[in-house]
């Protein structure tokens, strides 16, 4: 059993390229975002485990002993099965869960419940642990949150039940777990994503685990080799919208205009494989005509997504803002708001990233500059942990 303090994290993700369309058969570019979630895992014999999140405002305990008292035969699944209705619920009284569950509170406290007993439940017994979950990624704005918290919560639990060793090495900042390990750490993400979600593609669990660049079609993921990083304004345009209700009007619109709209979903499959081709090109040479390619691709995919009825004032307004100072943005996720991505050039001089940012933020959206294409999961060296972070893991 682990005996140090454990830190880890985990990146979120942004669709690239394929929103919509991936879910008729097409092509969809997920990318690792450097917004990320941190755990941190520390072993305690006070016989409870703890589970703090600041972000959310959770703070629960449990007493070991009567944690191993309770029947958890139900956790008994395959891997590629969701959860049964009955066994959530019996989740919850474990839990003690007396509401539905249904809210993103309770349902963070399910996955952790869920993945602490099935993972450490080999264990002779179960561990004692305090864990604190701080994230830089907001709830509910399609970038992955669930899942990385997720990974990092498979992760910290495999380490310090040493089903996988622990990767860090001294005078380190940040290290990796060997690829089975990182299948391992993936499965266990994906069941905790099912605890939050039902029914997940698997895409967000794999971008949080494996990190860079994914392709995803029809179930099937794929890595692009040595990935670039790219410099992008994430941008949230705080516009709520249902994901759920955008999807079903694009298949509303196949359905009514099958010879208009079946080949727009083509367009933007070809979109999807040619950026996929010019990431691959940077990744062995990279050169100033990547980034002309990469800017026009993302002004015609958001064409088509505006003609598929999924784009939104506040996003227009965005690409307007961003377009008069020379730079090219598109929604990410399932549009009708939420976030959009804005491709920052390497030449492009820091005085002119800070007057679109401001530019931005003057329309009542939070934007911030970050990168996309970074690496997975990642145990860290405290004494390398940027300040800010510390201090929140702290809760201070």
């Not at 660049?213 to 692009?224: A, P, Y």
């Not at 009007?249 to 081709?277: D, G, H, M, Q, Y």
Request: aromatic content about 4%; glycine content about 8%; overall charge negative.
């Amino acid at each position: 059993m682990l005996s140090e303090v454990l830190l880890v994290s985990a990146p979120g993700k942004v669709i690239l390229h394929g929103e919509h369309a991936v879910v008729h058969g097409k092509v969809a570019l997920a990318v690792a975002l450097n917004l990320r979630t941190f755990l941190r895992l520390q072993p305690h014999s006070n016989g409870k485990v703890c589970l703090n999140l600041p972000n959310i405002g959770v703070k629960r305990a449990w007493d070991v002993a009567e944690l191993q008292l309770q029947d958890t035969s139900f956790l008994e699944q395959g891997d590629a099965t969701a959860p049964a209705a009955e066994q959530v619920e019996k989740l919850k009284e474990v839990a003690g869960i007396t509401q539905d569950g249904a809210n993103p509170e309770g349902l963070a406290v399910l996955a952790f419940l869920y993945l602490y007993l099935s993972i450490c439940r080999k264990q002779r017994a179960l561990p004692s642990l305090d864990i604190t979950v701080w994230s830089q990624l907001p709830t509910g704005a399609s970038l992955g949150s669930s899942a990385a918290y997720s990974a990092c919560m498979a992760a910290a639990l495999l380490t310090a039940c040493e089903e996988i060793p622990n990767p860090q090495k001294d005078g380190v900042s940040a290290s990796r777990w060997a690829v089975e390990d990182l299948e391992l750490i993936n499965k266990w993400a994906f069941q905790g994503e099912k605890i939050i979600h039902g029914n997940p593609s698997g895409v967000d669990n794999a971008v949080s685990t494996w990190g860079g660049v994914l392709r995803f079609q029809q179930g099937k993921i794929s890595f692009l080799e040595r990935p670039p990083l790219l410099k992008i304004l994430l941008t949230n345009t705080k516009v709520p919208r249902s994901t759920k209700t955008l999807v079903a009007s694009v298949r509303s619109r196949l359905l009514k205009f099958p010879e208009i709209v079946t080949p727009l979903l083509t367009s933007i499959n070809a979109i999807s494989l040619e950026c996929e081709r010019t990431l691959g090109e940077m990744a062995v040479a990279p050169a100033p005509e990547h980034y002309l390619v990469l800017e026009e691709l993302i002004d015609m995919n958001q064409h088509h997504l505006n003609a598929l009825g999924v784009g939104h004032a506040s996003l227009d307004q965005l690409c307007r803002v961003t377009m008069a100072h020379g730079l090219h943005s598109k929604l990410t996720g399932g549009g009708g708001g939420g976030c959009g991505i804005t491709l920052l050039r390497p030449d492009l001089e820091q005085p002119e990233v800070e007057a679109v940012k401001q530019a931005l933020n003057d329309c009542g959206f939070d934007c911030l500059e970050t990168s996309i294409g970074v690496p997975g999961i990642s145990v860290h060296s405290a004494a390398f942990l940027d300040p800010s972070v510390r201090q929140a893991l702290d809760g201070l």
